[in-house]
């Protein structure tokens, strides 16, 4: 459309036109949480019950969303969360989605477990890269891939530590959408109802690359015979502690994150390991059914960290009103998982920046309404939150 909107004005469009794209294999592992989904519906219902409170006959003329994260300005306070099924929903999804976060002056975070090489972002799409990985069993392996990381200049190194072992998910098992692709009577028939995505992402990988696979993985298993459940595929390590992220703090010099702090005492005990900041996040839902809301959290671990380290959230930030209220609430920056990959999934790079444009929009707009200039000025006087 003529318009830039592509016809998606809000993130529940975009999530639409992704299931209408997707087979519903890849869309479940994509979309769904763990369980009976308490901890995502949570997410969203805790962000829901805090309100805004607004300010009128306030000069908004001069607004800005600008922050500075690590000595580093950037053009919003969010940034593109690790996905792994990014290659999957579109080719070289990865590539794509970088490119847009480059184009609004965000970072991007590359998910180990992608389909595309992490050697290849910098080249084929710039801007600020950031890299995510978990801690296999075998930690020389992984640290050979903080070395790949290192080499190819990614500037923050996110270690994700909420998943010691593998979630549930049983749609995942049911649907029987695996990576490597095995085929199956069930999945077969799933993407021959989804052309678009048969021709434009799978058959496009098979005639060029071969079938997608983890490209950052070791070379062993990037070529495994049998396939494995879409979120089983990853040998995690429930072994574990505090010692990894020291070690760590000695491989990694530039920034160093750990994602999927939950609890005031963990984020304390990052920033005594060396950490430089810590993403609060309950993975949106999709590893512990029933944990707390992060917004809920926030406040509690904003506290107890001070300004000795860095504050990110996410999990269920699908308005920029939720990352006005994060902001309110003492977080730094606001990571964005679902939204920019459904944007993708629907078309691509175009899809991935209409996404965020759509966080740009509506960040601005609460701004000027609730009467503030600058995120720096966002403070919880500009809420009003739940007994």
């Known amino acids: 459309m003529s318009d830039g909107t592509l016809g998606y004005y809000n993130t529940a469009d975009l999530r639409e036109a992704a299931r209408r794209r997707l087979p519903k294999g890849l869309f479940e592992f994509m979309d769904r949480g763990n369980d009976d989904e308490v901890a995502m519906r949570e997410n969203r219902a805790a962000l829901e019950r805090i309100k805004l409170k607004p300010r009128v006959l306030v000069d908004v003329s001069r607004r800005s969303q600008e922050i500075t994260l690590f000595g580093k300005k950037q053009k919003m306070p969010v940034?593109?969360?690790?996905?792994?099924?990014?290659?999957?929903?579109?080719?070289?999804?990865?590539?794509?989605?970088?490119?847009?976060?480059?184009?609004?002056g965000i970072p991007f975070t590359l998910a180990a477990g992608s389909m595309t090489a992490l050697e290849r972002l910098p080249a084929e799409a710039g801007g600020t890269l950031w890299f995510q990985f978990y801690m296999w069993p075998d930690r020389s392996l992984s640290h050979q891939l903080v070395a790949r990381a290192r080499a190819a200049g990614y500037e923050a190194l996110v270690f994700t530590v909420d998943t010691p072992v593998a979630p549930g998910r049983e749609y995942n098992l049911r649907n029987g959408f695996t990576v490597p692709f095995k085929f199956t009577r069930r999945n077969v028939t799933d993407v021959l109802?989804?052309?678009?995505?048969?021709?434009?992402?799978?058959?496009?990988?098979?005639?060029?690359?071969?079938?997608?696979?983890?490209?950052?993985?070791p070379a062993h298993t990037q070529t495994r015979i049998t396939?494995?459940?879409?979120?089983?595929?990853?040998?995690?390590?429930?072994?574990?502690?505090?010692?990894?992220?020291r070690e760590l703090r000695k491989l990694w010099p530039r920034t160093l994150i750990v994602k999927g702090i939950q609890h005031p005492r963990d984020a304390v005990l990052a920033a005594d390991c060396g950490a430089d900041a810590v993403v609060l996040s309950n993975h949106g839902g999709r590893v512990l059914d029933s944990s707390a809301a992060t917004i809920t959290v926030l406040p509690q671990v904003v506290e107890a960290v001070g300004k000795r380290i860095t504050v990110i959230v996410d999990s269920g930030f699908r308005r920029g009103s939720d990352v006005v209220k994060a902001l309110a609430l003492g977080a730094h920056a606001v990571m964005l998982g679902r939204a920019p990959l459904h944007g993708t999934a629907a078309a691509g790079e175009a899809g991935a920046l209409r996404a965020l444009q759509i966080y740009r929009d509506?960040?601005?707009?609460?701004?000027?309404l609730i009467g503030c200039t600058s995120v720096a000025d966002l403070s919880s006087n500009h809420l009003i939150l739940p007994d």
């Open 79 to 104: 940034i593109v969360a690790p996905t792994g099924s990014t290659g999957l929903a579109w080719y070289d999804g990865e590539i794509a989605l970088a490119r847009a976060a480059a184009v609004h």
């Open 362 to 368: 509506e960040i601005d707009r609460v701004m000027a």
């Open 193 to 217: 109802m989804h052309p678009r995505w048969l021709v434009g992402v799978l058959m496009r990988y098979l005639v060029t690359t071969g079938m997608p696979r983890y490209r950052n993985f």
């Open 227 to 245: 396939a494995l459940p879409m979120g089983r595929s990853t040998a995690l390590n429930d072994a574990l502690t505090w010692d990894d992220v």
